[in-house]
């Protein structure tokens, strides 16, 4: 059973940088990869990015190859976005979430974060 809060979301000018943190409670936690989600109003929820449980291999879509960094600390049980070159259609709530393995499906994670609120602005 993990238990993940986010943090480090807020506004933002387009071009500009922000870091989101999640933090992770639970005895298992390294033995879990971590993914990050996001979901505008009205669309499906979209995965960002995934760490495996080591950290060693690491995932990304498309959309924010190149500007999003993945990372994790699993002695502060914690797990990194940083977020470079922001566009207005990053805006959204961000999701961070555990898996058993290194998947991208939204069903493959058990566990979830409540979110925190990117707004990019121009």
């Known amino acids: 059973q993990v238990q993940l809060v986010e943090s480090g979301g807020g506004l933002v000018q387009a071009g500009g940088s922000l870091n989101l943190s999640c933090v992770a409670s639970?005895?298992?936690?390294?033995?879990?990869?971590v993914g990050w989600f996001r979901q505008a109003p009205g669309k499906e929820r979209e995965f960002i990015a995934v760490?495996?449980?080591?950290?060693?291999?690491?995932h990304y879509a498309d959309t924010v190859k190149g500007r999003f960094t993945i990372s994790r600390d699993n002695t502060k049980k914690t797990v990194d976005l940083q977020m470079n070159s922001l566009k207005s259609e990053d805006t959204a709530v961000y999701y961070c979430?555990?898996?058993?393995?290194?998947?991208?499906?939204?069903?493959?994670?058990?566990?979830w974060g409540q979110g925190t609120q990117v707004t990019v602005s121009s």
């Open positions: 979430a555990a898996a058993s393995t290194v998947v991208v499906a939204t069903t493959r994670y058990k566990w």
């Open positions: 639970g005895r298992t936690f390294s033995a879990y990869a």
């Open positions: 760490i495996s449980r080591g950290g060693g291999t690491t």
